[in-house]
């Protein structure tokens, strides 16, 4: 059986299927990439730096509590470790129906994302007509922690956004709503995102990729 498997790891090394170690050398835990032509921006990748990573899966509006749950995490570090920003790496991945946290607070007036997501404002008991995350918090939680939430994400790490979500439903509003070819209602709809977001070819991708570049994992919203 030991010859058998010396030859068949020979095999291997010969069509250059397993990396060649010497004696001193031990396979990396993490994966290598070989460089590609790809439309999509992944420079996000290489900013993910420190001890610290962490990736949120936001799969769900929910009042914003994903985003807020990484400002939690910023927080929590600092005080329990003193963790520097430049200790913590946080990754948003906005997916799924939290796709709309994606947008700026005149899409979502212009489409009342607040009756399409059930968000009231506490003061008008009205659906809101701005993103729950940008500006102050609706939840009655300290604004030093949690007010513009995702702001303050986009400042200590990386949001990232599921192309796939965005077009199915975002793409897919605009050209419902304004009579226009999904081209032109793409081109509309990027016009809107949050300044600082990243398209990513799906919320899957960009989870898993996240976790690749040593991220921890957590559900942050009800799946």
């Not at 290598?32 to 990573?53: A, E, M, Q, T, Y």
């Not at 799924?96 to 009756?115: R, S, Y």
Request: aromatic letters at 6%; charged letters at 20%.
């Amino acid at each position: 059986m030991t010859g058998d498997r010396r030859e068949f790891l020979g095999a291997l090394l010969a069509a250059g299927l397993v990396p060649a170690l010497d004696g001193n050398s031990a396979p990396s835990v993490l994966p290598s990439f070989r460089p590609s032509v790809s439309p999509w921006d992944l420079s996000w990748v290489n900013k993910i730096k420190g001890p610290h990573r962490a990736v949120f899966d936001c799969v769900q509006v929910n009042m914003g509590l994903g985003v807020l749950r990484a400002c939690l995490w910023l927080k929590d570090y600092a005080e329990v470790y003193g963790a520097t920003p430049a200790d913590m790496s946080p990754v948003v991945v906005l997916r799924h129906e939290a796709i709309w946290l994606a947008m700026d607070d005149m899409f979502w007036e212009h489409h009342k994302l607040g009756v399409e997501t059930k968000i009231t404002d506490p003061a008008t008991k009205a659906p809101i007509k701005r993103n729950p995350v940008i500006g102050a918090n609706l939840l009655g939680l300290p604004s030093a922690m949690a007010d513009d939430s995702l702001k303050k994400v986009l400042a200590a790490g990386t949001v990232l956004a599921c192309n796939l979500a965005f077009s199915l439903d975002v793409v897919r509003r605009v050209q419902e709503m304004m009579k226009l070819d999904e081209a032109k209602a793409r081109e509309m709809a990027l016009q809107h995102i949050v300044p600082g977001i990243i398209l990513q070819p799906s919320g899957v991708f960009a989870t898993l990729r996240a976790q690749e570049a040593g991220c921890h994992y957590l559900l942050a919203t009800d799946a």
